[in-house]
């Protein structure tokens, strides 16, 4: 079956230890997206990548990055993760639209990784 | 501004019970997409229903439907007879215009936890 695929399904880190999360796709969707979810709030985007043109959220912290290499693939880096980066990070694909005009694509999520910092 | 209102924060429910979450939006765009995803306790965002501006007919899926009214920016989701199974927390999201080279970009309300009790 077609799906999104996120690992580790579970994540602890120090304080100030660098981490990756990874997503892999299987739907050859061109667009994918890094969401943060705390507890009780809706997801946040952070970002996302059409294709491999790269577009950051203009309140993401520095501290997040993210990598794309290939169509499969996409990596979330947190460089320094402080305790108030504790949350689930989800995945998520699409199948862009046509430039210019209002997606009509629906956004499968994978999993998630919950993201422990100690 | 683009902005989703679901306005029940918890609704406890027996089994068997008919349920309506409720979901308001706001948009000056007039093309644009409305959804409903499930996030169960394990974390995964389940996408349930995309509805478009143009399309004001109900839908129904099974247990589930959908009532969309553009005259009163609304776009509820009504659970019959519900089951255990139906515990977890509902999103409404509302699909903003993108610009080229972006994939759509999903503006969801704080989410409604649906408590089905046996």
């Known amino acids: 079956d077609a799906m999104v695929i996120q690992n580790p399904r579970y994540q602890v880190t120090q304080f100030g230890k660098p981490v990756t999360l990874s997503c892999s796709q299987t739907l050859n969707h061109n667009v994918m997206y890094w969401y943060q979810q705390k507890s009780s709030q809706a997801p946040k985007l952070l970002f996302h990548y059409y294709d491999k043109d790269f577009n950051n959220e203009a309140d993401t912290p520095d501290n997040f990055q993210s990598r794309r290499p290939n169509t499969s693939f996409c990596f979330l880096d947190i460089r320094s993760p402080g305790l108030g980066d504790a949350a689930m990070y989800l995945c998520?694909?699409?199948?862009?639209?046509?430039?210019?005009?209002?997606?009509?694509?629906?956004?499968?999520f994978g999993p998630g990784t919950r993201l422990t910092v100690l | 501004a683009q902005k989703v209102t679901q306005a029940q924060t918890e609704i406890s429910v027996v089994e068997k019970e008919d349920v309506t979450l409720d979901c308001v939006y706001e948009?000056?765009?007039?093309?644009?997409?409305l959804f409903w995803y499930k996030q169960p306790p394990s974390g995964e965002l389940v996408f349930l229903i995309r509805?478009?501006?143009?399309?004001?007919q109900n839908e129904i899926s099974g247990r589930y439907s959908w009532n969309f009214q553009k005259s009163t920016s609304s776009f509820n989701f009504t659970i019959t007879a519900s089951q255990v199974v139906d515990s977890a927390v509902y999103f409404c999201?509302?699909?903003?215009?993108?610009?080229?080279?972006?994939?759509?970009?999903?503006?969801f309300g704080q989410g409604t936890e649906l408590s089905v009790k046996p």
């Open positions: 998520a694909t699409s199948r862009a639209g046509l430039a210019g005009r209002t997606s009509t694509d629906t956004q499968y």
């Open positions: 999201a509302l699909n903003r215009r993108v610009l080229y080279n972006q994939g759509g970009k999903l503006i």
């Open positions: 948009t000056r765009d007039t093309t644009y997409y």
């Open positions: 509805r478009n501006s143009f399309d004001e």
